[in-house]
């Protein structure tokens, strides 16, 4: 099993053992799928980033000054 440590922000680093397995780097977008009781991370794809494209201009009601304030911190 491989552990990290969360920062007083919430952000912890990836491990090396799970960039090789995921082949990441520096800059790339990570994806958290939640099952049940289980959270599956894995690389964003291209067709990931194109979907959520296309949901963009569908979420406006997220789209505010207070919703901004209130998710600064994430």
């Given amino acids: ?14 491990p ?7 082949g990441l ?7 958290f799928e939640i ?6 991370i894995r690389k964003v794809t291209p067709l990931d980033l194109q979907f959520a494209k296309s949901l ?3 979420l406006s009601e997220w789209n505010s000054e207070h ?3 209130a998710y600064r911190d994430l």
């Fill in 35 to 40: 099952q049940k009781d289980k959270v599956l």
């Fill in 16 to 22: 090396e053992k799970v960039r090789q397995v995921l």
């Fill in 25 to 31: 780097h520096k800059g790339d977008a990570i994806a």
């Fill in 67 to 69: 919703d901004d304030e």
């Fill in 1 to 14: 099993m491989l552990a990290a440590k969360l920062t007083s922000k919430y952000q912890t680093t990836v």
């Fill in 56 to 58: 963009e201009g569908t």
